[in-house]
């Protein structure tokens, strides 16, 4: 499992987010099979749960006809906070790659460390700071884009 190619496919599919965080995430089978993709959804759906990490689960599951997605990896851009972190185990992925550590929000290493608690399930593997850079300039570009405006004079982003 090449796991920069397949970041590279996350972070492409974080460009699909529009106007929301660009986030991609994409879940891949035990046998190596990418079975799903997804980006953050919650300004697109007015959804607070439309996370990229949360709509790859929904979709992996439904391909697989399994809410357990035990011997899958998810790859994410961007560290999953605790509302993810909390799909994960219930999902029972055992592997979570990501990109950008989130100092701010994540579960996953930085903040908390839900996914590796012991007290939830069995813990699973974290990889985090794959193409760290690639991940967290895209997110910077995104913010710095909606600041912009703001430095114009205008009121609005």
Known sequence: MNYEEL????I???AESGDDVPVGALIVSAD???IAFGHNEREADHDPTGHAEIVAIRRAAQKLKDWRLEGCTLFVTLEPC????????AARIPRVVFGAWDARVGASGSLYD???DARLGSPAEVIGGILEA???AQLRAFFEAK????SRGSLRP
């Open 7 to 10: 970041m590279r496919a996350a």
């Open 12 to 14: 492409a599919e974080a």
């Open 32 to 34: 190596g099979e990418v």
């Open 82 to 89: 605790v509302m993810c972190a909390g799909a994960i185990v």
């Open 114 to 116: 839900v996914i590796r």
């Open 134 to 136: 690639e991940c967290s």
């Open 147 to 150: 600041r912009e405006p703001f």
